[in-house]
């Protein structure tokens, strides 16, 4: 099993950029399946982007695609969201989210361990 802890988000303009990191502990990370999901205030919380650990396939919502790019760093137990051209429309609570399977990488229920979340702001 491992957990997870999430980290990078922050106050940024407009069209910034932010790279978050979801740091896991336990020593099988690099094989889970690594999800990325956002809940902005009164709304449900969306899928954004996955990442497959068998292979790296990569999986976007069509809303984030060209802006957004998830990646891993297996040797270092950790996964990333880069998150380019960022937009007031963007601002929410950020979750990194693993599973040693996710069955549809775009549901919440797919995912076993999730991380606690971090704050992205973004100012107009």
């Known amino acids: 099993q491992v957990q997870l802890e999430e980290s990078g988000g922050g106050l940024v303009q407009a069209g910034g950029s932010l790279r978050l990191s979801c740091i896991a502990s336990?020593?099988?990370?690099?094989?889970?399946?690594i999800g990325w999901f956002r809940q902005a205030p009164g709304k449900e919380r969306e899928f954004l982007a996955a990442i497959r650990w068998r292979g790296s396939s990569t999986y976007y919502a069509d809303s984030v695609k060209g802006r957004f790019t998830i990646s891993r760093n297996n040797a270092e137990n950790t996964g990333y969201l880069q998150i380019d051209s960022l937009k007031p429309e963007d601002t929410a609570i950020y979750y990194c989210?693993?599973?040693?399977?996710?069955?549809?990488?775009?549901?919440?229920?797919?995912?076993?361990?999730w991380g606690q979340g971090t704050q992205v702001t973004v100012s107009s």
């Open positions: 989210a693993a599973d040693p399977f996710a069955s549809s990488v775009g549901r919440e229920n797919s995912y076993k361990t």
């Open positions: 336990g020593r099988t990370f690099s094989r889970y399946d």
